[in-house]
């Protein structure tokens, strides 16, 4: 399954402080091939700063590595870390802490469903609809579950309804990444100018929510994975009206969609991805 990673940069609250300092090894303009990122942990951040800067950030906040000179790549799959340095793309491996040339394959669109995220028995499918009269491909616009010994389900369809009754929904979903516990997802559906939105959606039934804001008015969010802990890891880049969210920032949400603390905060951040073992 292939997951893009939404960069959002809209400023919707006035007010938010800025970026906390921290010091952290620095690693030059160079080679990524000849860089070694040490005592990282198993899970975390890579987060994009202006002037071509990515951390290395843990879930706790503390930065490993500050990687000058780069970019967050243009494609990853969830769980994993791409970074662009000029016309090249590299993928960070956390286990041993070093940087391995990567080439984007090219993708064509499928009619059907593909795997979004498997766990355990459980295997979420992202489907596409038939092509339209002019045979152009769509692109997923349900969500469905599979389960051994039970028949595939529609977990999700659109959470937004169509502007008009002889057009269907705008958007389409991005991915669907199961909680550790399997219990619920939480899936990235891209809007109206691919305004990324957040959602957790649970297993046992009931529409989707957005992680930031409400159905009616929901904020920019990009739903980047989940900790160990089954705290879903969020990226919001104009921070989100309604909730303590305290402003833009990547924040660690529950399950009920209610943010438990902040990661890293501040304006500035122009990108993230998140990486697991």
Known sequence: MNARLALALVALLAGCGGETATRAPEQPPGSLGSTFVTGHPATGLAVERPGKRVDLVGLDGHVHARLRGVQLGYVAEPGRVLLRQAEQQWLFRPGSGTFVRYALKRVRPRVGCEVGSKRRSTTLFL??????????L???????????GAPRRVLARPPFPAPAPDTGPIGHWVSAQLSPDGRVVLAQW???CEVPIAFLIPLAGGKPRPVAGTLRRPSESVGLGWSPEGLAVVFLPSGACGRSYGGPGIYLVSTDGMPVRAIVKGRGIRGAALWTP
């Not at 489907?127 to 152009?136: H, R």
């Not at 692109?139 to 579950?145: N, Y």
């Open 127 to 136: 489907c596409s609809p038939k092509p339209d009269s002019e045979g152009l």
């Open 138 to 148: 769509p692109l997923p616009k349900t969500i469905e579950i599979g389960a051994t």
């Open 190 to 192: 891209s809007a109206e």
